[in-house]
């Protein structure tokens, strides 16, 4: 069959890795300087956070009492669990640094200059840190260096954590207004048709991430803000059965929309076996202990909701699909 050619429009989504929070961009063309500062937050939380926090979360499981500091008994030689910042770090500190110097200048601005401090003030501590313990030198100098370095690397990683929950706090607010502001420009512009569907589900998923991605998942919030993603995906679903009918049919599919509603129905799975993992830790509490059910259930999760902010921003528009 031959198809059709198409004028693409293509909708663009941020994602911001650890808490994956999603937005469709608020302009075509170049930032606003308000759009570029936001962007610079994002750069820092999708460049630093990741590899921050992998960094705390594995000495923090070998030192076992993070107030007296560690005994270098427990830790033992593994490079995996501490990694320097690379030898770029100075580098990208400038560049944030210079980033946020720009106007104009936001309610987060301070917060967000503390995550470049400490991320500045780790650089060296966590290098030598990680030569420290990976080279076994604790046994040269009974971890007396380990003790010194204790303070600076916990310093560090708590100011930058604490920081990093005020500019991500500002992200989600933001994204929420704009994100609304715009679904509702949509919705009177196009209706209630397929641009409508893909920025509600787009919502609906970051909303259902932002309960489900958490230590402890709740189910009485988790399933609600699931209910309401189902909702809008089987509206979703009825709209491109119709629109399969006529002449959108191959742009549904050249366009990754079709695509946008499998991911989506991937991300509904994942969901449902984070809430059957975490009931049937309720009904036995051992459980978790004795299985890796939790952190598979939640990989996937992650993983689902990335596919689908990926494929969003894949999804394309012909001229005649609204």
């Not at 320097?84 to 987060?108: I, N």
């Not at 609906?204 to 919030?221: E, G, H, N, T, Y």
Request: charged share 25%; proline share 5%.
């Amino acid at each position: 069959m031959m198809r059709r050619g198409f004028h693409w429009v293509k909708t663009s989504w941020l994602a911001l890795s650890l808490l994956l929070t999603a937005g469709v961009s608020a302009a075509a063309g170049a930032p606003t300087p308000k759009e570029a500062k936001i962007s610079a937050y994002i750069e820092i939380i999708n460049q630093e956070s990741n590899h921050l926090l992998e960094n705390y979360d594995g000495y923090a499981k070998r030192v076992k009492d993070l107030q007296a500091g560690p005994t270098c008994k427990e830790i033992g030689g593994s490079q995996s669990w501490l990694s320097s910042m690379g030898p770029s770090a100075p580098e990208r500190v400038a560049k944030y640094r210079k980033l946020l110097a720009k106007p104009p200048k936001l309610e987060v601005d301070g917060a967000a200059l503390e995550m470049v401090d400490a991320l500045d003030s780790l650089y060296k501590p966590v290098s030598e840190a990680s030569d420290y313990y990976f080279l076994s030198k604790f046994n040269q100098d009974n971890c007396k260096r380990g003790h010194e370095l204790h303070p600076l690397l916990m310093s560090g990683w708590t100011k930058y954590m604490k920081a990093e929950r005020a500019v991500r706090a500002f992200l989600d607010k933001y994204t929420d207004e704009r994100d609304a502001a715009d679904l509702k420009d949509v919705q009177k512009k196009y209706g209630k048709a397929l641009r409508y569907y893909h920025r509600k589900l787009m919502i609906d998923a970051k909303a259902l991430i932002r309960v489900s991605d958490v230590p402890q998942p709740d189910p009485a919030v988790v399933r609600p803000a699931l209910s309401t993603f189902t909702t809008t995906l089987d509206e979703a679903t009825v709209i491109v059965d119709k629109e399969k009918k006529g002449k959108n049919s191959d742009a549904l599919y050249q366009g990754g929309y079709e695509q946008l509603l499998t991911h989506a129905g991937w991300l509904k799975d994942s969901i449902n076996e984070v809430l059957r993992v975490v009931d049937n830790e309720a009904k036995d509490p051992k459980a978790a202990a004795r299985t890796s059910s939790r952190p598979s259930a939640m990989k996937n999760l992650l993983m689902a909701y990335n596919g689908m902010v990926e494929q969003s921003n894949q999804t394309m528009y012909s001229k005649a699909m609204k």
